[in-house]
């Protein structure tokens, strides 16, 4: 089947720094990429859409300027959050569809602990 | 806006039991749905998908339906074991490649 990548799968960060994480998706191509954010002990939640080539597009509630996404290419999306408070201390999950009836695949996730 | 829940959020059960995980959804117009399994502190695992033309999926000892028209889908999950513990999570699309609707999950508990 399809595989997502995430690079790193953890980081520990002090408060203030900006972290990037990478989403790939590694044998196929993607013009659009999901990203998901999970409290300890809460569901997923959408954050964003990252579309390739174009804008990303926000959930309600999610702060475009402090959650930065790049889709610079069809299997690449970035998520940088910057200037990371504890509050900003998560899960995060990017999904990728490789096209036509198939499912979604998830990245593994990227844990992010902001001190 | 598309709501999922599913019912009960925290199961134990000893050791060989079946059990049913429910899931309801509020919208019906869907393009399918998801059980997965998520290992503390891990990612997901996906165990059945079923589209919105079907009306079951079956995978070794899990089986999971669907009634859209009602909103609602089951995963039966045959002798559990131990390492059935984890938490099981249901997930709509609406349609092709848009992002899922996620329940709170149900956290399982399988005592040996």
């Known amino acids: 089947g399809a595989v997502v990548s995430q690079h790193p799968s953890w980081v520990i960060c002090k408060s203030g720094t900006s972290v990037k994480i990478e989403c790939r998706s590694l044998d196929f191509q993607a013009t659009t990429m999901f990203w998901y954010r999970q409290f300890p002990k809460q569901s997923l939640m959408l954050m964003a859409t990252s579309n390739e080539g174009s804008k990303a597009t926000y959930e309600q509630g999610v702060e475009k300027d402090k959650f930065l996404i790049n889709h610079a290419s069809l299997t690449l999306s970035t998520l940088t959050v910057t200037s990371a408070h504890p509050e900003d201390s998560s899960f995060y999950i990017c999904s990728a569809n490789p096209g036509g009836a198939g499912t979604q695949y998830f990245g593994p996730g990227t844990r992010l602990t902001v001190l | 806006k598309q709501e999922v829940t599913q019912i009960p959020a925290a199961l134990s059960v000893p050791e060989g039991e079946n059990l049913v995980l429910n899931c309801s959804f509020t919208d019906s117009a869907i393009y399918n749905l998801q059980w997965f399994r998520q290992d503390p502190g891990k990612g997901l695992t996906s165990l059945l998908l079923i589209q919105s033309s079907q009306r079951e999926q079956t995978s070794g000892r899990l089986n999971a339906s669907l009634d859209k028209s009602s909103g609602r889908s089951t995963l039966y999950i045959a002798a559990s074991q131990p390492g059935d513990s984890a938490t099981y999570l249901c997930?709509?699309?609406?349609?092709?490649?848009?992002?899922?609707?996620f329940g709170k999950g149900t956290r399982l508990s399988v005592i040996a």
């Open positions: 997930a709509v699309e609406a349609t092709g490649n848009t992002p899922l609707v």
